[in-house]
């Protein structure tokens, strides 16, 4: 079942705590799955959306799916109520997230969002445009990744942070904070990633792909 896209262009004034969790979903698993039904919880948020990439500038375009063919493969794991998968950032016509942020922000203004990463994603953020700015927009939440949780943790952008780490304990305070803030969410690390489904040959069923083995990457 493909759920709708409910998330309206031009905005609209609901009131709410809404993770975005951002990637080219080449294609969507239960990796992504995990992260985000972990944020509902741990965080308090009301929803968490999927938002599908038209186009990463830093992910080469070889071996990249069509857009609307990720974007059916993040509706696989949506239920259309909690998990929204949207194109959103395609209707906006942004290609960073710094941009994306920005008119999300305009547009729903009484939505607290946060932004939702692996470990992987938080290690390479220093690589993305205007990475320190945004985190001045957004408080963040970073999801444990095989093998990358202490390089995440002592990274540039964790050393950037180092003063406004908030405790797990305290997460479901985040949404709330006014930025820069973030957090790190310890838990069970699901290790299916979007390459090693890739190099099987399979692509589109989302879920299905729950017995591939431990490599997340969560930014995929």
Known sequence: M?????IPTWGDRRCARIG?????????HLGHQTIARRALGALGLDQVWLMVSPGNP?????????FARRLASAATLADGRRLIATDIEARLGTRYTFDTLGKLQMRFPNVH???LTGADGFVTLPKWKGWKRLLHRVPVAVMP???QNMQALRGAAAHYLAHYRLPSRQARLLPDLSPPVWTFLPGRQNGISATSIRQRGGFGDGAGHATVPNTLNSGE
């Open 113 to 115: 969002f946060v932004w």
């Open 20 to 28: 975005l969790l951002g990637g080219s979903f080449n294609p969507a």
């Open 58 to 66: 830093l992910k080469p375009a070889a071996g990249m799916a069509p």
């Open 2 to 6: 493909v759920c709708r896209d409910t």
């Open 145 to 147: 990744r095989p093998g």
